[in-house]
């Protein structure tokens, strides 16, 4: 139930986020997020995979516990 929680508040801080970049700039929000891919895709070509770390890094029960 807390990843739920956790989710749906990401979900909804993005939804704030974007509603509030797109009233400021003007900008339509679809144009916005078709924009973001398109950089995002031409990042992944350009930049070697290697160098690309994941936005989470799983840890040990271990780990985790220090």
Do not use: C, T
């Not at 990843?3 to 508040?9: A, C, P, T, Y």
């Not at 979900?11 to 078709?34: H, P, Y």
Request: glycine share 4%.
């Amino acid at each position: 139930m807390q990843e739920i929680e956790e989710k749906l508040g990401w979900i909804l801080g993005f939804k704030a986020e974007l509603d509030s970049v797109s009233s400021d700039k003007s900008l339509n929000k679809a144009f916005m997020i078709e924009e973001a891919l398109s950089h995002y895709f031409h990042a992944l070509k350009e930049i070697p995979s290697e160098m690309i770390l994941p936005k989470r890094i799983p840890l040990s029960e271990k780990d985790s516990s220090n």
